[in-house]
């Protein structure tokens, strides 16, 4: 699945950002997700989506609710990820994931793993 992102950039601290993957026309069929890798950090998953459109954040950080928002456009073919009011530590190349299935799985520390194809990634970095 040819995956393309989009939308990153430098951005000041508590801006918002919208980044976009345009999924090959499959963003109904597939479960899918962005991942961020920060600087010196390991990759991590930030939302996933259903291929019905189900979203999934990882409701074991606080801190992070509200903070990310993933959606899709079906007549475009694109799964969006809004971050609000960015913070430096949301630095990062931020990738779109598409896994073999319609269904995600539960949050996991191995989620990235679930996913097969990968995107090229977009630099979103923050400046305070």
């Known amino acids: 699945v040819p995956l393309v992102e989009s939308g990153g950039g430098s951005v000041q601290s508590g801006n918002n950002v919208t980044l976009s993957c345009s999924a090959g026309?499959?963003?109904?069929?597939?479960?899918m997700a962005w991942f961020r890798q920060s600087p010196g950090k390991e990759r991590e998953a930030v939302a996933t989506?259903?291929?019905?459109?189900?979203?999934?954040?990882?409701d074991s950080d606080d801190s992070t609710k509200g903070h990310f928002s993933i959606f899709k456009d079906y007549t475009k073919d694109i799964l969006y990820l809004r971050i609000n009011s960015l913070k430096p530590e949301d630095t990062g190349m931020y990738y779109c994931?598409?896994?073999?299935?319609?269904?995600?799985?539960?949050?996991?520390?191995?989620?990235?793993?679930?996913?097969?194809?990968w995107g090229q990634g977009t630099q979103v970095t923050v400046s305070s």
């Open positions: 994931a598409a896994a073999q299935y319609q269904t995600c799985p539960s949050w996991s520390v191995n989620l990235g793993s679930y996913f097969d194809s």
């Open positions: 989506m259903t291929g019905s459109g189900i979203p999934q954040y990882d």
């Open positions: 026309g499959l963003i109904s069929l597939l479960c």
